[in-house]
């Protein structure tokens, strides 16, 4: 069936990885190593704050939207009742219809602790569905959903820490294909984060942060009744400082660092014939390993695989095999995203980021822009994506507009 053909683009397309046939990786021209995952929509970051300041978002003052980066800081919420409501136009240069939508509610139930909820919606758009014989089997909307619920709490006085569970459903087969099934997963995260004030300097207060997270620790998935094998889901390690200082009365400015890691298996590199390009099989008609270890394995293997397993090399387009190094690849899976935010009296902000990804791991590598309005109880956020690798008017994450609309009720707590 062509499905196999779409659900393969689908889930590259959704997870925004432009990785381009060949890239210039230390100088030379291989084949990149990227790591694909089942339902990467859960690792789209959905709100336009985070999203304006390079992804960032483990060790930044904490919003309604904390659920996708760090569950651990709804304690530190300045208000009693928070809800958001974001969207987001996803890859439209590529799907016109495609979007992100996400809801978000969290709630502090005393100074020490409190608990989060969010759901998040991808829609796929209109797909036409078509045969081996080219026939048209209907036009649907595959779409995908994951409702996530937190409970937070202080542990010392300057640390608290999170737990979350996470119900994944995916249905982008829509069932016309024999064999086909709903997607689903059950999954965890677990969360730290680290505030307090610091006298680093003479004339202004300043607040410092770290916060460590694990998302997604949780089953893998299936689209085929009939198969054995299951696809991980996107397991994420996220950790990053942040500073935010208080310039005056009216002013204040905050830096952020995140990195990111999946903690899923890096795929193996398997052996070609130097002379034809075609895949060597063993004896019992599995590819062969050249180099890497076998991704088939279990969720908790794979967790702890993925910080030695790289292969450290790849084809290039004479079927030879060109080290880069286990470790410089290893380093590759690591990503960067930094982001500042500049607030005037607590009632408008700027933001700016850049999040970098290696050529080897899929060349994502762009700059955000965001601004935010606050009235009363009401907020308004918006960030913009512009790409800096590729030619303009060809990536698919160009021109990637996110909106949240924030309510915020009760006493602020100090």
Known sequence: MKFKAFFILAVLVMAGVQSYAQNQILGQSINPNVITTAVPFVSIAPDARGGSMGDCGVSSDPDVYSMHYNPAKYTYLEDDLSIGLGYSPWLHNLV?????????????????????????????GDITFRDNNNNDMGTYKPNEWALDVTYARMLTDYLSGAVAGRFIYSNLTQGITEGSSVGWSVAADVAVYYKRPVEWFRDMDADISWGVSVNNIGSKVSYNNTSVKKDFIPTTLRFGPGMKLKIDEYNSLAFSVDVTKLLVPTPPIYKKDPITGQYVTTDDGELEI?????????????????????????????????????????????????????????????????????????????????????????????????????????????????????????????
């Open 96 to 124: 016109p219809d495609m979007n992100l939508a996400y809801l978000a509610f969290a709630k502090k139930l005393n100074p020490e602790s409190a608990i989060g909820a969010s759901l998040r919606y991808f829609s796929c």
């Open 290 to 414: 050249e180099a890497g270890k076998s991704d088939d394995v279990s969720v908790m293997v794979g967790i702890i695989q993925s910080f030695y397993d790289a292969p450290g090399c790849s084809y290039d387009d004479y079927n030879q095999l060109v080290n880069v190094g286990k470790f410089y690849e290893e380093l590759c899976e690591y990503n960067i995203g930094v982001g500042a935010e500049y607030w005037y009296n607590n009632v408008f902000a700027v933001r700016a980021g850049y999040f970098n990804e290696t050529a080897m791991k899929g060349n994502r590598k762009y700059v955000t822009l965001g601004a935010s309005l606050k009235y009363n109880v009401l907020g308004l956020d918006v960030s913009y994506l512009v790409p800096v690798n590729g030619t303009i008017g060809t990536n698919p994450l160009e021109k990637t507009l996110r909106f949240n609309l924030t309510y915020s009720i009760g006493a602020k707590k100090s």
